[in-house]
């Protein structure tokens, strides 16, 4: 594309944090991309802007919304990391920028490449049967070793009273550290604790808002609400008690996961990624190029270092809690979770040495795991495709969600209810609620969830226009979030 002069569009994820990205490809092609997500100043994106619709820029590294740009002669979009969950619009204007790619590429009739490891469930089935062509990469880059995956059963092997590593996984990384590589230990939670008790009467710290307990963030001196940002200092007694130093942490974070490093490995350099503790994406840059250039022996992160990062002396990686997320009553909880781990292990053994991963699991026996551990990818889709099939779940079905919220709780559930009662009759289609969310109240507004079923074929986007013509009018401070093909089940 660049030597015929046409333009071509790089989605990623996370592109405030593909600095190193952007320097190979700049190094490979002769060209350096232009950037475009949230992150850039107001001038900046307008030049950028400008300098797309004029042609004058020929490749474009973005974020969802560079899909939107006024190219001048699109010529190829590459979707990176193609199943990552970053990449559905969910507030707003709701859309996939996966999907929305290939519609665009289906309208210009250019080449879409969607690429991954771990390809989303509707893009493998899309393969299988032959709507997608199919490019395999048999090996790593370099012809590395995928890193052998071993589970730590915690039901059998459980770490000592108060502490989180489990013998087998602290031993491996001495043994890391002794041959000067490096560890990745990751745990998918950001915070010290995720619920904070006060030990004489039982009293729990929640959220004024939302649905959701406090998480203790040891660094910040603070408990803090994921979901509307409410903060509030560590009281010196129990609100409920006036019980003095009874309060108790519950379960891990990375800064909890930290202190114990600190214990088990005190000479060791440490360094905590999470996105709660880097206050500018320059910071995150820098402190990624300093763990591939070896500053730090044991990395401890969030989420955040299983986006495709390079780590050259990395070859340990341990999940502390494998179980994490398979437990959300989410349809794709297990896709997600293959995902997830299969990629951050993917981070070890990527330059030099053997690559190693532990996963401490309570489930060993699970689908997932078993995958996992046997290093069997296809076995996985195979039976996850199997279920999907069976239950008619998406890509085998179509789903949408309505979630009714408002600040009074009867008359939001009123209106759900009577919204419920307009649906439309039809013998394929199933709706399911109103039901309260699984997170019922979030920044003070009552939720209560609709879930409409229907088969893969059916024009659900005409279903909800003619539902919603005929719903009910909607009163004071009501409102409706309105999502086709949902991802998020919160």
Wanted: net charge positive; aromatic share 6%.
């Amino acid at each position: 594309m660049i030597r015929s002069g046409r333009q071509s569009l790089i989605l990623m994820p996370e592109i405030a944090l593909t600095a190193q990205f952007l320097d190979r490809f700049a190094a490979r092609f002769g060209t350096r991309p232009a950037e475009w997500h949230s992150q850039l100043t107001p001038r900046r994106r307008a030049r950028t802007w400008s300098a797309v619709g004029k042609g004058e820029v020929s490749v474009v590294v973005g974020a969802r919304s560079a899909l939107f740009l006024p190219y001048a002669d699109l010529g190829l979009i590459i979707v990176d990391e193609e199943h990552d969950p970053a990449y559905k619009q969910e507030d707003g204007v709701h859309y996939h920028a996966r999907d929305m790619a290939v519609v665009r590429g289906h309208i210009a009739k250019i080449p879409v490449v969607l690429s991954s490891a771990t390809p989303s469930l509707e893009s493998e089935v899309n393969a299988r049967r032959g709507r997608y062509a199919r490019l395999s990469l048999p090996e790593r880059f370099g012809g590395q070793q995928m890193p052998a995956v071993e589970p730590i059963d915690l039901r059998i092997e459980q770490p000592p009273r108060g502490r989180f590593i489990a013998p087998t996984l602290a031993g491996a990384v001495a043994t890391a550290i002794e041959r000067k590589e490096q560890a990745l230990l990751f745990l998918n939670r950001r915070g010290y604790a995720p619920l904070t008790l006060c030990r004489a009467c039982g009293f729990r710290f929640s959220c004024p808002n939302c649905d959701a307990w406090l998480v203790d963030h040891r660094f910040r001196r603070q408990l803090v609400c994921h979901h509307c940002g409410f903060t509030t200092p560590h009281p010196p007694a129990c609100p409920k008690c006036s019980a003095q130093n009874s309060f108790v942490a519950c379960g891990p974070g990375v800064e909890r996961l930290e202190e114990e490093v600190h214990a088990l490995f005190p000479d060791a350099r440490v360094l905590v990624l999470s996105s709660d503790l880097v206050a500018t994406v320059e910071r995150m840059r820098e402190e990624f190029a300093d763990i591939a250039a070896g500053l730090f022996d044991i990395v401890i992160g969030t989420q955040l270092v299983a986006k495709g990062h390079h780590f050259p002396m990395l070859n340990l990686v341990g999940v502390i809690d494998a179980d994490l997320g398979l437990s959300n009553g989410d349809p794709r909880a297990a896709e997600r979770t293959f995902q997830l781990l299969h990629q951050v292990v993917g981070r070890a053994g990527r330059d030099a040495g053997v690559g190693r991963g532990y996963l401490q699991t309570h489930q060993p026996e699970h689908p997932v795991m078993r995958a996992l551990i046997a290093g069997d990818r296809e076995a996985f889709y195979s039976a996850e495709i199997a279920m999907r099939e069976s239950a008619h779940y998406p890509p085998f079905g179509r789903l949408a969600s309505i979630v009714v919220s408002g600040p009074d709780q009867h008359d939001t559930q009123s209106h759900a209810r009577a919204l419920a009662r307009a649906a439309p009759l039809h013998d394929d289609v199933r709706v399911l609620g109103p039901a309260e969310a699984p997170l019922a109240l979030v920044r003070g507004r009552h939720r209560l969830r609709l879930l409409i079923r229907a088969p893969r074929g059916f024009d659900l986007s005409a279903y909800m226009r003619e539902w919603l013509a005929a719903a009910p009018k909607i009163k004071g401070s009501i409102k409706l979030d309105i999502d086709v093909d949902p991802q998020s089940f919160l």
